[in-house]
């Protein structure tokens, strides 16, 4: 099959064209306006045929996108102590919302929310969630987050807001 951008539409005035003009001179059609008539359907079917291949040439950005309502649950949930200051109305990072933030918290095993680790502070060692302890040390502050992972934290955060059952005075502050 040849490439339609490449071809050029033939003369049609051509004496090898003759019996196709014959065929578009009814009611007086001269030989010029037939061969028109030829050149504007050659020229009807090529543009079809480029508009095929540019659709295989670009199927996936031309592909339809399904019109179907967005899921309410979240396939990542966030850790359970980033949710817990979630529900007391604490500030938490933005990160732990994000799906790096979330994958890297499963990664470490930070899914155990019973587990408690031994840290060092300022007025000497104390017990902390094992999941909140390590999750602090892959923490990228909120003001150097991509623009994608502010997104998907905004609506990871939201989310999980609207599944904690609150006072529906708290939720229409959201």
């Known amino acids: ?15 090898e064209f003759k019996e196709a003009r014959l065929l578009f001179m009814v009611e007086g059609k001269t030989d010029e306006e037939a061969a ?5 359907l050659w020229d009807f079917n090529n543009n079809k045929a480029k508009l095929e291949e540019e659709q295989k040439k670009y199927k ?13 649950t979240s396939l990542l949930l ?9 529900c007391k109305g604490e500030y938490i990072p933005l990160y732990f919302f994000t799906n790096k933030g979330i994958r890297e918290a499963e990664d470490d095993g930070s899914r155990d929310e019973d587990l408690l680790t031994l840290i060092q502070i300022d007025k000497g060692p104390m017990f902390q969630m094992a999941a909140s302890a390590k ?12 623009w994608e992972e502010f997104s998907q934290a905004n609506y990871c955060m939201i989310t999980m807001m609207k599944q904690q059952e609150w006072p529906d005075e708290q939720i229409s502050m959201i």
């Open 1 to 15: 099959m040849t490439n339609p951008h490449k071809e050029e539409c033939l003369n049609h005035m051509l004496p």
């Open 36 to 40: 028109a008539l030829l050149s504007n």
């Open 60 to 72: 996936k950005e031309i592909s339809p996108i399904p019109n179907r309502p967005l899921q309410t």
């Open 78 to 86: 966030p850790l359970q102590h980033a949710l817990n200051k979630l």
């Open 135 to 146: 999750a602090k040390k892959h923490m990228v502050r909120d003001k150097h987050l991509t």
